[in-house]
């Protein structure tokens, strides 16, 4: 790849905010470059950990061309050290396994192909054009290769997707932690009895866990049941109509690419299976993965994450009274919204400490809210 430093721009030099701009490049391809290690680390197959092992290769090249760019200007970077949000995802990959980082990691090399091509097309140094380009062809070659680890199909700069189980624990936490914060606020507001604050706060912990989780549950149940009827579906098409199952197969090889002399050699010789083929079929026609959860887990996963977010600002007063569980209350239930809204920002990919801080604004307003809606209530009804 070229050097940037080799071609030195003739045109308006790049402002504060391009300058921002390619720090955080920088730090992504930086952060790209741990996370791999990670992966690595925690690879039991030989085939992924060399994978991954040349794209630190190619993340390093890349930061150390940024790098170079912002020198140029006279930005002084330093020895890149991982974000926190990095750290993060990186722990995630040790102890839950590598599924949701890899997940997180090809939708983080969608981004960059977006942010390279946006960059080629803005750019007025053309250096910076060039190596942006190259760039982004780069990150999409490591998107389809991510892309056949993970199971997925398609681009994924044009499309977005869940973190998965992980997330699902995530989300029902803070659905649990934000519903019932606003409705203890509210009976505070109220100045009801502390007994009823706590009993208010255990009934809305159990009614929001129930409604969360038989929600996962019948989502799951539902999608489970569209892919088995399209599994069928395609069971009875390869046993009654082989020969056109097979071309079909075929084109879908073409279409990737292989030849059609050997793509119909392929076609013939997955087909001569039935169960291989309707294997292949699920996965290259119907686009269905692999299932990692059932709906009964699912929902039970999240309606417990549900409960124990709820449980956070009632927690307070089972040991403590009067003011100082109201004010125990507010502090972890505030705290638990800012680290739900760092957490989220693993599957966002917006910065931890600002995703976090959105969060904590979020909860401050939930709290006022619902205080004064219970003072009105107090007011008008009693």
């Given at each position: 790849m070229k050097n940037l430093s080799q071609t030195r721009p003739t045109s308006t030099p790049p402002n504060r905010k391009t300058l921002k701009a390619w720090r955080h490049y920088w730090q992504d391809e930086a952060d790209a470059a741990f996370l791999y290690r990670a992966l690595a680390d925690t690879e039991s197959i030989s085939e992924r950990r060399d994978f991954y092992l040349r794209l630190i290769d190619v993340e390093d090249r890349h930061t150390e061309i940024w790098q170079q760019l912002l020198a140029e200007y006279g930005v002084k970077v330093g020895k890149s050290h991982p974000s926190l949000r990095a750290r993060l995802i990186a722990w995630i990959a040790h102890h839950f396994g590598s599924s949701t980082p890899l997940s997180i990691l090809l939708r983080e090399e969608g981004r960059e192909v977006k942010g390279y091509l946006n960059l080629h097309r803005e750019s007025t140094i053309d250096s910076v054009k060039e190596t942006a380009l190259i760039l982004a062809k780069e990150?999409?070659?490591?998107?389809?290769?991510?892309?056949?680890?993970?199971?997925?199909?398609?681009?994924?700069?044009?499309?977005?997707?869940?973190?998965?189980?992980?997330?699902?624990?995530?989300?029902?936490?803070?659905?649990?932690?934000?519903?019932?914060?606003?409705?203890?606020?509210?009976?505070?507001?109220?100045?009801?009895?502390?007994?009823?604050?706590?009993?208010?706060?255990?009934?809305?912990?159990i009614a929001d866990a129930l409604s969360m989780g038989s929600s996962g549950y019948l989502a799951a149940k539902s999608e489970q049941e569209v892919y088995?009827?399209?599994?069928g579906m395609e069971?009875?098409?390869?046993?009654?109509?082989?020969?056109?199952?097979?071309?079909?197969?075929?084109?879908?090889?073409?279409?990737?690419?292989?030849?059609?002399?050997?793509?119909?050699?392929?076609?013939?010789?997955?087909?001569?299976?039935?169960?291989?083929?309707?294997?292949?079929?699920?996965?290259?026609?119907?686009?269905?993965?692999?299932?990692?959860?059932?709906?009964?887990?699912?929902?039970?996963?999240?309606?417990t994450a549900t409960a124990?977010?709820?449980?956070?600002?009632?927690?307070?007063?089972?040991?403590?009274?009067?003011?100082?569980?109201?004010?125990?209350?507010?502090?972890?239930?505030?705290?638990?919204?800012?680290?739900?809204?760092?957490?989220?920002?693993?599957?966002?990919?917006?910065?931890?400490?600002?995703?976090?801080?959105?969060?904590?604004?979020?909860?401050?307003?939930?709290?006022?809210?619902?205080?004064?809606?219970?003072?009105?209530?107090?007011?008008?009804?009693?």
């Open positions: 990150a999409a070659e490591h998107a389809a290769s991510l892309s056949k680890i993970t199971g997925k199909h398609g681009e994924p700069w044009h499309k977005t997707a869940s973190g998965g189980l992980l997330g699902d624990v995530v989300y029902g936490f803070n659905d649990g932690l934000t519903a019932n914060f606003g409705l203890v606020m509210g009976v505070i507001g109220a100045a009801v009895e502390p007994h009823i604050i706590m009993m208010t706060g255990v009934v809305g912990m088995d009827y399209e599994i069971k009875e098409e390869i046993r009654l109509m082989p020969e056109v199952e097979e071309e079909e197969l075929a084109l879908l090889y073409e279409a990737k690419g292989i030849e059609p002399s050997q793509a119909k050699q392929m076609a013939h010789d997955v087909m001569s299976d039935p169960k291989r083929a309707l294997d292949e079929k699920v996965k290259e026609e119907l686009k269905i993965g692999e299932r990692y959860t059932t709906p009964l887990k699912e929902g039970w996963i999240t309606g124990i977010g709820a449980f956070i600002p009632v927690a307070p007063f089972l040991i403590l009274t009067g003011s100082a569980a109201i004010w125990t209350s507010i502090t972890l239930s505030m705290l638990s919204h800012f680290g739900v809204g760092a957490a989220r920002s693993v599957f966002t990919g917006r910065r931890l400490i600002r995703s976090g801080f959105d969060m904590f604004v979020v909860g401050l307003g939930i709290a006022v809210i619902g205080y004064f809606v219970g003072k009105l209530v107090e007011k008008w009804l009693f």
